[in-house]
Nanobody, 124 residues
Framework: QVQLVQSGGGLVQAGGSLRLSCAASGRPVSMYAMGWFRQGPGKEREFVAG????????SYADSVKGRFTISSDNARNLVFLQMNSLKPEDTAVYYC?????????????????WGQGTQVTVSS
């Protein structure tokens, strides 16, 4: 099975940028569809972005389209979430996740493997 370890995140002013990284071990990230989710204070965990196995398709939540970009580096077994034009409402704990089916899905129950989470705080 795959293990996911996240890095990046932190505190940034509104309008700024951050990049989150997710390092996979145990299995190649290319075997999975990968997703990024977030959970704000008092909120449900929600889908942010996903990339299919083979990286031929991506999907984004409407709230981040045009601002966030998901990508993968199969040679280094990494998945990234580049976040630009950040807003205070983007403040949340962000999680990367892997779906063994390889299908691009927005449903968190389809993802069986999760990173530890990383805090992103956007100040106004």
């Amino acid at each position: 099975q795959v293990q996911l370890v996240q890095s990046g995140g932190g505190l940034v002013q509104a309008g700024g940028s951050l990049r989150l990284s997710c390092a996979a071990s145990g299995r190649p990230v290319s075997m999975y569809a990968m997703g990024w989710f977030r959970q704000g204070p008092g909120k449900e965990r929600e889908f942010v972005a996903g990339i299919s196995r083979g990286a031929d398709r991506t999907s984004y939540a409407d709230s981040v389209k045009g601002r966030f970009t998901i990508s993968s580096d199969n040679a280094r077994n990494l998945v990234f979430l580049q976040m630009n034009s950040l807003k205070p409402e983007d403040t949340a704990v962000y999680y990367c996740a892997a779906d063994r089916s390889g299908l691009l899905t927005t449903n968190k129950v389809d993802y069986g493997y999760w990173g530890q989470g990383t805090q992103v705080t956007v100040s106004s």
